[in-house]
């Protein structure tokens, strides 16, 4: 960088700074965000509402934004962690910096249920507002499940997976799980019965054998790999999540090959999980990331963003203003009775968390 | 006088500036990477624990973790995985050797004109990202991808051949993607060689396959050993890979570090991990550059 552009460029910084401390919610926002999970004018709208101009870098995993977190200075004004157990672990590190809900009209609208259960972690809600929900659950290709196992075959269960006899037989047209030791022990968990938070070391054994029994039966452990695989029929069966299932079908459906897509929350229970938004204490311009918050609160911004990506947002106001297609949906806005049965993944401290991915690595590595 | 003083200042400089850039680029990473390995890992920013602190007036606490280090000796899981990159790094190199020297003596004895055009075609797959490379591997070794339907409509198979996901599309992508590397030093050598030499041995009566395997081959040890070195050493720490196109059982430490710095947020372990590796690969290439260094010297 020369000298001149090197001035030029603090200038700039020097000049922006002061204009956010001026109080003007001008300048940039730097977006750290899942990709595929804006709809595609969500952002230019926002530009040309407030005339802050946005800036998304996307990532596939918690995990990286996490360690962008940790490693400080991420230059980052808004991101979109899963509540549990990144953003609570992000606010007992004391990552966030407290919302101004003066700057925040809308949160009103919110569903007081998920308010009060983030509420859990975060007292008041002073950090964190809800973006969107959904479920990890079975991304099924319906034809190949029944080719395999019969006409009658159930499909909302986790037996597919986790029974040998089933599995063997779905081997061939393809069984993936989520690359995740929290997601597949506690389907698995939930398979047996068994609370699928326990962390008592019978439990986590039974759990990890009945892994090791599917292990021979699965084709790889990915997080996003399925949702093409689905779309072209070279998988039967996915754990995966709810939204990135109907992303599949809907690209199934526009290839138009005959493939069909359905997601299906197994019987015996499902992670619930609720994706938040949060400004890092670090947060360059944390004025526009407010800005942009509202905005987010908008019930028209966040329909059209829940009709794009497929998930369930909390906002109440923005329910009757999605397609119905997707708001009657009982896989996206399940049933009271179905929510029953859903669980959410709960706290674990550092060193369990080691044990169970240290655990999940040699499992993978069927040793 | 002041001819003396800027020749002495010339030459600090011409030993200097080496050190200066080993010691700002190898030394100080490797120092920062060594002390965070001592350290425990915690939850903050940044999220490991200093080694020293002032705990009162002139009593300054120093304290040094090496249970990162013993769980690395105890776990076996990280020893097989060594093994296995070590493994998979030595087949690609002798692969990369076996394809690459032909492909490298070819260009070296090409006609000047056709060689600048051969060295493109080696150095064009960079124009594009390594990443999209490796991802391109996957459409074309898929099950259905282009290479099962290709084959099955010549009717050579009957079912798609199983290759993404195993151990042998890693060595596929491996091959591919490090080639270049033992081609490009093997050709420099090989182009320095003295083509005399090999006219000498011809009237001397040496076969041309005789003369290669004593003129040729011994010649371009150096070259072998500079390609196998670019080849071995990135391909042990690789993550891309084997992440991309390997079987969800295949371990390799690269994978390994991954889950212990993002999964775990385990920085320390991760330091420790990359600090044996660092060991690991540094005591063959000091044996290496002495072996050459002793062959130099018996040459002179």
Redesign the interface.
């Known amino acids: 960088m020369t000298i001149q552009l090197f001035a030029q460029r603090f200038l700039f910084s020097a000049f922006l700074l002061a204009f956010s401390a001026l109080g003007h919610a001008e300048g940039q926002v730097h977006i750290y965000n899942w990709n595929d999970y804006f709809a595609e004018d969500t952002l230019s709208g926002f530009q040309a509402r407030t005339g802050i101009r946005p800036v998304l870098d996307v990532y596939d995993?918690n995990?990286?934004l996490?360690?962008k977190?940790?490693?400080?200075a991420s230059g980052y004004d808004l991101i979109f962690p899963t509540a549990h157990p990144f953003a609570s672990?992000h606010l007992?590190?004391?990552?966030y910096q407290p919302l101004d809900k003066t700057k925040l009209p809308g949160l009103d609208k919110l569903d007081p249920a998920i308010m009060t259960s983030l509420a859990g972690m975060d007292p008041g809600n002073a950090h964190l507002v809800p973006y969107m929900w959904g479920t990890s659950g079975l991304g099924l290709n319906p034809d190949k499940v029944k080719a395999a196992l019969g006409e009658d075959a159930p499909m909302d269960t986790w037996a597919l997976i986790f029974d040998p006899e089933k599995a063997a037989k779905l081997a061939g047209c393809g069984i993936s799980l989520l690359?995740d030791p929290t997601e597949v022990f506690s389907a698995a968990l939930a398979y047996l019965g068994k609370d699928p938070n326990s962390l008592a070391p019978a439990d986590l054994d039974a759990a990890a054998e009945l892994i090791k029994a599917a292990h021979p039966h699965?084709?790889?452990?990915h997080s996003s790999q399925y949702i093409s695989d689905l779309a072209?029929g070279?998988l039967c069966v996915a754990h995966g999540y709810s939204g990135d299932v109907l992303q599949a079908r809907e690209r199934a459906d526009e290839a138009d090959k005959g493939v069909k897509v359905v997601y299906r929350i197994p019987r015996e229970g499902a992670a619930l999980w609720t994706d938040v938004m949060a400004i890092p204490k670090d947060a360059p311009n944390p004025e526009a990331a407010h800005a942009l918050i509202a905005y987010l609160l908008d019930p028209k911004v966040i329909a059209a963003v829940s009709d794009y990506v497929y998930y369930a947002n909390p906002n109440l106001a923005a329910t009757p203003l999605i397609e119905a297609e997707l708001r009657e949906d009982p896989e996206i806005y399940p049933p009271a009775e179905v929510r029953a049965r859903l669980f959410v993944p709960s706290e674990r401290s550092?060193r369990e968390?080691?044990t169970l991915?240290?655990l999940w690595?040699?499992l993978?590595?069927?040793? | 006088m002041s001819h003396r003083h800027s020749h002495r200042l010339s030459r600090l400089l011409n030993i200097g500036l080496p050190y200066f850039w080993l010691g700002l680029f190898f030394l100080l990473p490797f120092v920062m990477v060594l002390r965070i390995s001592l350290a425990e890992p915690t939850l903050a920013q940044p999220p490991y624990t200093a080694l020293w602190e002032w705990v009162e007036q002139g009593v300054l606490q120093i304290r040094l973790n090496l249970a990162n280090f013993q769980l690395l000796r105890e776990d076996d899981i990280y020893l097989a995985a060594l093994l296995n990159s070590l493994w998979v790094a030595l087949v690609g190199t002798v692969c990369c050797l076996l394809l690459g020297y032909p492909m490298a003596y070819a260009i070296a004895t090409a006609p000047e004109r056709r060689r600048i055009l051969l060295l493109m075609l080696i150095i064009l797959p960079f124009w594009t990202s390594f990443l999209i490379r490796v991802y391109a591997w996957i459409g074309l070794l898929n099950a259905n991808g282009l290479l099962n339907t290709f084959l099955l409509w010549l009717g050579v198979i009957d079912e798609p051949l199983k290759i993404l996901h195993t151990q042998m599309a890693v060595y596929i992508g491996v091959v591919y993607s490090y080639l270049p590397f033992m081609i490009l030093p093997l050709y420099a050598n090989l182009t320095r060689l003295d083509p005399t030499l090999l006219e000498a041995a011809a009237d001397l009566g040496c076969r041309p396959f005789r003369a290669f395997l004593r003129v040729t081959l011994p010649l371009s040890m150096p070259g072998i050993v500079a390609g196998s070195m670019l080849v071995f050493i990135p391909v042990v720490g690789e993550f891309v890979i084997p992440d991309l196109l390997g079987s969800p059982g295949s371990l390799m430490i690269g994978k390994l570090m991954w889950t212990e710095f993002f999964a775990n947020k385990d920085w320390p372990l991760a330091s420790a991990l990359a600090i044996v590796l660092l060991a690991v690969l540094v005591v063959p290439f000091v044996l290496m550059q002495r072996l050459q260094q002793d062959d130099e010297g018996t040459r002179t």
């Open positions: 995993a995990e990286i996490e360690a977190l940790l490693a400080g672990r007992q590190a004391g990552l690359d699965v084709r790889y452990f072209n070279s550092e968390l080691r991915n240290r690595t040699r993978k590595a069927n040793r």
